[in-house]
């Protein structure tokens, strides 16, 4: 399995912060990786809540469908996607700081099947994918957002 984890600091209160990366469809505005993303109903963001991801991986655009499979705001938010191929685990800690919070983000990938032979392989590639996340979420959640 492979796996990737990173710590964000951010100016963002720890409930905009939250408010912001627990709606998976802004993944398009700050994972290159992500072609599309949309939320699949118009209920109330919550456990169960589902995204479609359209993602550019190994060259070829792959959907997934991911679901909240746990929600403690503002303090966590979990995503997963499970496909006969793959499967994805998104966990999302926020801490308050003085000024600000903290995002940890933990990322797990892990091809089943046949396609497990390839998992070693798997997390040089996840890891590049993950920088450039990364970079993209320090440039928008390290700059300063006015309240909602």
């Excluded at 993944?27 to 991801?53: I, K, Y």
């Excluded at 469908?65 to 999302?92: E, G, H, K």
Aim: aromatic residues 10%.
């Amino acid at each position: 399995m492979a796996r990737y984890t990173t710590t964000i600091p951010s100016p963002w209160d720890i409930d905009q912060a939250f408010s912001y990366m627990s709606d998976f469809a802004n993944a398009q505005s700050w994972d290159p990786s992500v072609v599309s993303a949309h939320r699949v109903d118009e209920n109330a963001l919550g456990l169960n809540t589902q995204f479609d991801l359209t993602v550019r991986f190994g060259g070829r655009n792959t959907s997934l469908r991911y679901r909240v499979t746990s929600f403690d705001p503002p303090r966590s938010v979990s995503f997963a996607s499970s496909t006969s191929a793959l499967l994805s685990m998104d966990t999302l800690t926020f801490e308050p700081r003085t000024q600000g919070c903290a995002m940890h983000y933990s990322a797990e990938l892990r091809f089943k099947g046949v396609a497990a032979i390839a998992n070693p392989i798997l997390g040089l590639l996840f890891r590049r994918l993950g920088d450039r996340a990364r970079d993209s979420l320090r440039e928008i959640l390290g700059s300063r957002r006015e309240a909602a």
